[in-house]
């Protein structure tokens, strides 16, 4: 292992730990979960697959096991205040419905490690990942805001996820498969949605500071 791959493994856990910490503390101070749903779903799943079902050696075996626990945390915030951002579902079927999310996520994430991957996690992570930076996308426009987002959550994503990419380029160790043409429009699709998002959150945000400057004025002119 080359102290370029290490710095860039390292890269990855401290990133996207980061995003997790932020993520936790935007959620409940601002009373609602910054993570998609789907891709809490297939994200829990997969790092407890690579924590404690099929484990890998070394530095990501404990990474993982981090990251799953933060996980846990990030599901509280679904569980606590997911009700409330799904007026449509009667409240009573929230619960039930997020049971069978998940129970459907595992497996898949499980089946498309071992067809693709033969058991390993790489595939199967950048190519959830890359749907998950579609869904903060697809959140933000839905939210029509960034409650429960920020742009320090988007550009640790953003270097997480990019860490990560070049650990798999800088791997002496890697196989050939994540060298190829598949492994390279993932890590590129996820540099470039990450970059948008990270864009995008702070565009919408800048917006929000300007309407809300301009009502507080408007507010006291009203006052008086």
């Known amino acids: 292992m080359t102290a370029m791959h290490t710095a860039f493994l390292l890269g990855t856990g401290l990133f996207w730990t980061v995003a997790y910490v932020l993520l936790i503390r935007t959620g409940l101070r601002e009373r ?23 484990p890998p050696s070394g530095v990501m075996h404990v990474i993982n096991i981090v990251w799953f626990c933060f996980d846990v945390a990030i599901g509280y915030t ?28 595992y497996p898949g994430m499980n089946y498309a490690s071992e067809q693709f991957d033969e058991g390993v996690g ?42 990560a990419s070049l650990s798999m380029l800088t ?5 050939p498969r994540y060298d190829s043409a598949l492994m390279y429009y993932l890590y590129i699709g996820c540099f470039l949605l990450d970059l948008a998002y990270a864009y995008a959150v702070f565009a919408v945000g800048r917006a929000e500071r300007t309407s809300h400057s301009a009502e507080v004025p408007a507010q006291s002119a009203l006052q008086r």
Not at 32 to 54: D, L, Q
Not at 85 to 91: A, G, S
Not at 171 to 175: A, C, L, Q, R, V
């Open 122 to 163: 790489a595939i199967t992570a950048f190519g959830s990942n890359l749907a998950m930076s579609a869904m903060f996308l697809a959140m933000l426009a839905a939210r029509r805001g960034t409650r429960g987002q920020s742009v320090g959550i988007a550009v640790a994503k953003l270097l997480g996820t990019a860490c």
């Open 78 to 105: 679904v569980v606590r205040f997911g009700r409330a951002e799904f007026p449509q579902l009667p409240d009573r079927l929230f619960l039930p419905a997020l049971a069978v999310l998940l129970a459907l996520a």
């Open 171 to 175: 791997d002496p160790d890697g196989e």
């Open 32 to 54: 609602t979960f910054g993570m998609p749903v789907v891709a809490f779903a297939t994200n829990i799943s997969w790092e407890f697959m690579f924590a404690f079902v099929r």
